[in-house]
């Protein structure tokens, strides 16, 4: 299904979205980045989703979230980066210099008769970095990788739909209308939800200009996919080597047999996944910040912003896996550093305020109880952990991997004793991931196992990168040269991955959808409806549950009424339709200017009463179609499929399609 290109359009504008921003940066900035590569890119990404998520929260808490302030912004960001003023001197003298130059640039051009862009803007100095260093060798590398781990991510995600069980089910339609809704007072308390990952979901759907529906169920793959490279890049970062970052980025796309991935559930987008895609660099920033290119000031800022990023998609991240995982920190960081943690620390606990502050009010004003909002955000209410594609049962298999996980601690303590800034990383999260796997085999009520389940789906694959590391070093004794042992590294270690891939993949898995189901039908009919018609020009008869594809989109009716009330209501329009006096004395009576009626022809049913209710309104749905047919109105099949048929009823003339309207 997610190759169907009306699920594509999403990733890709979304894809050319960020390569515009980052283009109109490059234009608009005085220095660029030392940083190269995805060393560039995953923290862009990183700090760019933190930014817009924090910033559209504080519109919707102003009432003004909305794609044309959104826009707005971002064009005055970039005007001021342009403008690169000095805050610290007289506004006036700078703005007067720049008005100037930009006259001098504009009439040198026209004279010479020159672009306005060309080289020059482009091609920038670089600012001074201390760790800027990735050889050509590695960035080709990670260029490459950057470029092929998402797609396969994709077409492996992809190949699983057809065992879906979640699209179109209660708790989709629940989620949809989270989407739909985000921007009314909505907001807090919803129970089990932070919410935060929806508004990416709705500015998403907003900036790529697709509906709500498309821009939910693409989120959950495009999250996956993203996930995949920032796992591979983190790794990278760890252990300074590709073949680590390739098997634990590889591991999360394709290894369903050694991860508690639901593979019914695999359209299903997750909070803790999106917040990990923000947390983990952070985690990683918090071992190294100078992996950041902003001096303390701008570092801690920054630090404030992703926390509070992360408390804002899923406290079970924010809270229960970072606070640990700072702590662990603060013990390694304690004797040289103490400086360094305790600004993180700041950070992370302004962020935790920050937040909390804001929940309270709004607990306060709306006599909410907060407590038991927070404890419902550490529990799953819709997600379920149910493995049956697994070499070994879920128990088992996190059994082997903390006694391989101990033995492995053991070497990696060995090896940090001798170099400790080279093992720091490795070591911490070793002792991390350990730490979970021990709470995982506690089962004490402790935490939730199922979202515990979630968060062990990205941290298994860092923990086979992070063996794979400490293996490698072992074998360093062997001298071979550095390209040499990255090809060995990566040729042994693709053949080790497609041959336990091709064993222990799904065998489920599929990419051939000729054979379609009826959710890729209704996906598709309202994904032409939507992107063809204006906004509220129109009508959809359809089932009730499809009432939350409506929201914020078109007028919704259902068979009842079509089948009982639409013809007599349909008749008196078309006596009065010129009628302009009696139309405003009577608005009851007017029509949508279109209708699409979904006629569903062999839906499977077990229930046999229901099947027979079902069958009796379709076949009542297409006589009353037939009969608007013969008194003349313009009725015509929109859409056809296998079992889905769409019907158009025009009843005013070129008043709601996009095209019509233009031209």
């Known amino acids: 299904m997610f190759l169907e290109p009306y699920l594509l359009t999403g990733p890709l504008r979304i894809i050319l979205l960020f390569v515009l921003i980052l283009l109109i940066h490059r234009i608009v900035s005085t220095r660029i980045s030392a940083q190269s590569a995805l060393n560039f890119l995953v923290p862009t990404i990183t700090l760019v989703m933190a930014a817009v998520l924090l910033g559209s929260f504080v519109l919707i808490l102003a009432g003004i979230f909305d794609l044309f302030v959104i826009i707005s912004i971002i064009i005055g960001l970039a005007i001021l980066a342009f403008m690169n003023l000095n805050f610290n001197q007289p506004l006036k003298a700078q703005l007067r210099k720049i008005y100037t130059r930009s006259l001098l640039y504009i009439t040198i051009k026209l004279e010479k008769g020159q672009q306005f862009l060309d080289r020059d803007n482009i091609i920038k100095p670089k600012h001074k970095h201390p760790d800027q260093g990735l050889s050509q060798y590695h960035r080709n590398w990670q260029l490459a990788i950057g470029l092929l781990l998402p797609v396969i991510t994709y077409i492996s995600r992809s190949s699983l739909f057809q065992e879906d069980v979640f699209t179109l089910s209660p708790s989709w339609f629940s989620k949809l209308n989270f989407v739909n809704v985000i921007s009314a007072n909505t907001w807090f308390f919803q129970t089990g939800e932070m919410m935060g990952d929806y508004l990416l979901i709705n500015l998403y759907a907003k900036l790529t200009h697709i509906t709500n529906a498309q821009a939910l169920q693409s989120f959950g793959l495009l999250e996956s996919a993203l996930l995949s490279l920032i796992i591979y890049w983190f790794v990278f970062k760890i252990s300074r080597k590709q073949a680590p970052g390739i098997l634990a980025g590889l591991s999360f796309a394709v290894f369903y047999a050694f991860l508690p991935i639901n593979i019914d559930l695999i359209a299903e987008h997750k909070s803790v996944f999106t917040a990990l895609i923000i947390a983990l660099p952070t985690m990683f920033f918090c071992i190294y910040p100078q992996s950041f290119s902003f001096n303390k000031k701008a570092k801690f800022y920054w630090l404030l912003t992703l926390f509070s990023a992360i408390l804002l998609l899923d406290l079970f991240v924010g809270i229960l896996l970072i606070f640990p995982y700072l702590l662990i920190l603060f013990f390694f960081k304690l004797r040289n550093n103490l400086r360094q943690i305790s600004q993180i620390f700041l950070a992370y606990l302004f962020s935790l305020a920050f937040i909390g502050i804001i929940y309270g009010i709004a607990a306060f004003l709306t006599k909410e109880d907060f407590g038991a909002f927070i404890s419902s955000n550490f529990y799953s209410f819709d997600t379920y952990t149910y493995n049956p594609h697994l070499v070994a049962p879920l128990r088992d298999l996190v059994l082997y991997y903390q006694i391989a996980g101990l033995v492995f601690l053991l070497i990696t303590i060995y090896n940090y004793i001798k170099k400790p ?85 799904p065998p489920v898995a599929t990419l051939n959808f000729q054979d379609k189901k009826v959710e890729n039908m209704v996906f598709e009919a309202y994904s032409k409806i939507q992107s063809g018609n204006l906004p509220y ?49 009577n608005p009851d009576i007017i029509l949508p200017e279109t209708m699409f009626v979904f006629v569903y022809k062999d839906l499977k049913e077990k229930n046999l009463a229901k099947k027979a209710i079902v069958d009796k309104q379709r076949d009542l749905t297409l006589e009353r179609i037939e009969l608007l047919k013969l008194k003349g109105r313009n009725v015509e099949l929109y859409y056809q499929n296998a079992n889905l048929e769409v019907y158009q009823i025009e009843n005013r003339e070129r008043s709601s399609n996009i095209n019509q309207l233009l031209f």
């Open 421 to 505: 800034h080279k093992w720091l990383a490795s070591l911490v999260f070793l002792i991390f991931i350990n730490l979970m796997f021990g709470i995982y085999h506690l089962d004490r009520g402790i935490i939730d196992l199922d979202i515990l389940s979630q968060v062990l789906c990205i941290f298994i694959p860092i923990f086979f990168g992070i063996i794979l590391n400490v293996m490698v070093n072992l074998f360093s004794v062997f001298n071979f040269s550095p390209k040499v042992g990255t090809r060995l590294e990566v040729i042994i270690g693709t053949l080790v991955i497609t041959v336990l891939t091709i064993s222990t993949f």
């Open 537 to 585: 020009s129109y009508a959809v008869v359809n089932a009730l549950p499809y009432f939350s594809f409506s929201k914020n989109s078109h007028y919704y009716y259902n068979y009842d009424y079509f089948n009982n009330t639409y013809i007599e209501r349909d008749r008196r329009f078309n006596r009065y339709k010129d009628n302009l006096p009696y139309l405003q004395n």
